[in-house]
């Protein structure tokens, strides 16, 4: 170890050593390292982990033995290596350690390589800095949430040293400019007021302060008044260090003359819109004992109610008095129920004038709850006698329309009930004769048919043919009368037993004539409509393509149905002849036929029963065909929709 004179020297110094073997042990300390830490004789020959002590880096982080200079100077490359170390030491507290540490060959006689390690505490100095900190933070925080605008100057160099917030937020420019050149604080300053505010700034007063007002425009084009104020902040020696201080915006201050003048213009414009206003503008009071009274009132009142206006608030008349006797109870339940709920008051009740007869009001106010538990309605009255006396005359109009509905419509079913008695005329006395002919020239072909001619015995043919078909065109005529007179009813119904049930009743004729008949049917389509009636127009169409495929050796047939866009479609395909399409919409009008008789024979009745019944179900028919390309009958209804999975 040292010699004496060698041990004051470093004991009189005021940086701290200390000596570590290469196991990291105190060897020695010097006086200043002792104080500092507060290491007594029983710390040397142990290691500063042992003793307890929490160390760590500038940051607050944990520093590893590895990471400590005194560990890196002896592991390492025998350089010497330095840092902050913070040490929390039991009597002294936390210290702030700036620390050198050297490897040497020897730290003492006999002791071998070590490292010394020499530190100076600016554990004082730090505490400072953070209290300046914390000083600093708490300044700008208190001037950034100022409403006014916070500077300071060096008027020595003339930079800008703090603004707040307030600058960005008032001129509405960034302050980054301002801190590189102070001059551009007059870049928003109005031009007439700019060279007067500058002035102002080189001008103090005997207390070295200065004031003055001045117009500012924002990037945005609104015009700010703003008050500015400076003055210096003074050092210890009592010389000017800094000039401060504020910029407050008094655009309101300025303009408040400016606000009285709109509000007057705006009082006379709602009293001339309250003037020219339909009905009358008032305003309903009822303290909290029910007592009511009228507070306002337009001009317009005294039409309504025959009482001017300044009469009725200065004798504080209620409402409810000027009402029919009769709808007074109505009007004053409507007004409780308003004021319980807080919801509009809508009411219509009649006023009698002796003048003028009776008058029909009605009241649209809104309520409002006093703080004494009053109520005040504010809103208006609308005259709406003439509107009631229109509505009574369209009261009476419907009910004058209503009887004539009815007998019309007992009219029609009288027309109904006679139309069914001559369908039964038709059904009978038509018939009659016919079966008389038809009974006749059976007669004539089977007993006398060898005393007539080959000419007579056509005649005969012609006839039983004829009788025929007047026989059946009537039965297609009471046929078309019952689809014509029925009364649908509508339902759901499912596609695939109406085309099974349709396929099955040709089933024999398809047979016999050699006819390949397909049918293609979703199995889940739903239609809405009605049985009978889809039967009956399916069961024509596929009668007709089986009369229109005959004589044919390929004779080919399709039905089926499928759901195509929220419909149901049905459809009837043959590869009969087909007929030209500029005659499609004729084909459905009764009595109308696209083919000679002795080709196709047929009354014309079939597709206008189809037409008849697919629209009574509220549906579509319609035909596309070429001529000797067959043809396709449609039919669409509409579709039951499909249930959610």
């Known amino acids: 170890m040292a010699a004496d004179n060698d041990r004051r020297i470093i004991d009189s110094l005021e940086s701290g050593l200390l000596w570590f073997d290469t196991d990291l042990r105190i060897v020695d300390a010097n006086r200043a390292a002792r104080e500092v830490l507060g290491l007594g004789d029983g710390a040397l020959g142990v290691r500063i982990d042992d003793l307890g002590w929490v160390q760590h880096d500038e940051h607050g982080e944990p520093m590893p ?71 600093e933070q708490l300044f700008r925080m208190f001037g950034d949430h100022a409403l006014d605008l916070i500077w300071i100057v ?31 604080w007059l870049d928003g300053i109005h031009a007439e007021d700019r060279e007067r505010v500058a002035s102002a700034a080189l001008q103090t007063n005997a207390s070295g302060m200065y ?86 009132a337009s001009p317009a009142i005294k039409e309504l109610l025959g009482v001017d206006a300044a009469t009725l608030v200065e004798r504080g008349i209620d409402l409810l008095d000027l009402v029919h006797p009769d709808d007074r109870r109505l009007v004053d339940a409507s007004l409780r129920e308003s004021a319980e709920l807080g919801s509009a008051w809508l009411a219509t009740f009649r006023v009698p004038l002796t003048a003028a007869g009776e008058r029909c009001l009605e009241a649209h106010s809104m309520p409002v709850r006093e703080s004494d538990g009053g109520v005040v309605w504010h809103g208006f009255l609308i005259d709406i ?194 007929f030209d399409m500029r005659y499609h919409d004729r084909i459905f009008e009764i009595f109308q036929r696209l083919h000679r008789a002795e080709e196709y024979p047929g009354t014309g009745v079939g597709l206008a029963i189809v037409r008849k019944a697919v629209e009574r179900m509220h549906g579509k028919v319609w035909a596309e065909s070429a001529k000797g390309q067959g043809a396709t009958f449609w039919i669409r209804l509409p579709a039951v929709q499909a249930a959610n999975p």
């Open 65 to 135: 033995e590895q990471q400590r200079p005194v560990w890196r100077a002896l592991h390492g490359p025998g350089e010497t290596t330095s840092g902050t170390v913070v040490v929390q030491t039991p009597s002294h507290g936390e210290r702030w350690l700036r620390v050198r540490a050297v490897p040497v060959d020897s730290i003492g006689e006999g002791r071998g390589r070590g490292a010394v390690v020499s530190f100076t505490d600016f554990t004082s100095e730090h505490r400072a800095m953070e209290t300046a900190r914390e000083s």
């Open 154 to 184: 060096d008027p020595r160099t003339r930079k800008l040293l703090y603004m707040n917030s307030a600058y960005e937020r008032i001129w509405g420019r960034p302050a980054a400019p301002l801190y590189d050149d102070l001059s551009h």
């Open 211 to 296: 004031e003055t007002e001045y117009r500012m425009t924002r990037p945005d084009g609104r015009l700010v008044w703003i008050r500015g104020r400076g003055f210096p902040l003074f050092g210890p020696e009592g010389r000017m260090r800094y000039m401060a201080g504020f910029a407050e915006d008094i655009t309101l201050a300025h303009t408040t003359k400016a606000l009285e003048q709109a509000h007057r213009l705006a009082q006379e414009r709602l009293e001339r819109i309250v003037a020219t206003a339909p009905g009358a503008v008032n305003s309903y009071c009822r303290d909290a004992e029910g007592h009511g009274r009228l507070t306002f």
């Open 385 to 578: 006698t003439e509107r009631r006396r229109a509505e009574q005359e369209i009261r009476q109009l419907n009910t004058e329309l209503e009887q004539r509905v009815a007998e019309r419509t007992s009219e029609l079913e009288a027309k109904h009930r006679e139309m069914e008695g001559f369908t039964y005329s038709v059904s009978h006395d038509l018939k009659a004769p016919l079966r008389g002919i038809d009974g006749y020239s059976r007669l004539l072909e089977s007993d006398h048919a060898d005393k007539l001619d080959e000419e007579g015995r056509f005649f005969v043919e012609m006839i039983r043919k004829a009788t025929g078909h007047m026989g059946k065109l009537i039965d297609d005529l009471l046929a078309y009368s019952r689809v014509e007179r029925g009364r649908p009813k509508l339902g759901p119904v499912t596609a695939g037993p109406v085309v099974a049930a349709v396929v099955d009743g040709v089933a024999a004729e398809v047979a016999a004539g050699a006819i390949a008949l397909r049918s293609e049917v979703d199995p889940e389509l739903g239609v809405v409509g009605e049985r009978d009636g889809l039967v009956l127009a399916l069961r024509n169409l596929l009668d007709n393509a089986v009369k229109f495929t005959a004589g044919r050796p390929d004779r080919a047939i399709e039905i089926g149905a499928r759901r195509s866009q929220g419909h149901a479609l049905f459809w009837v395909r043959d590869n009969g002849p087909g």
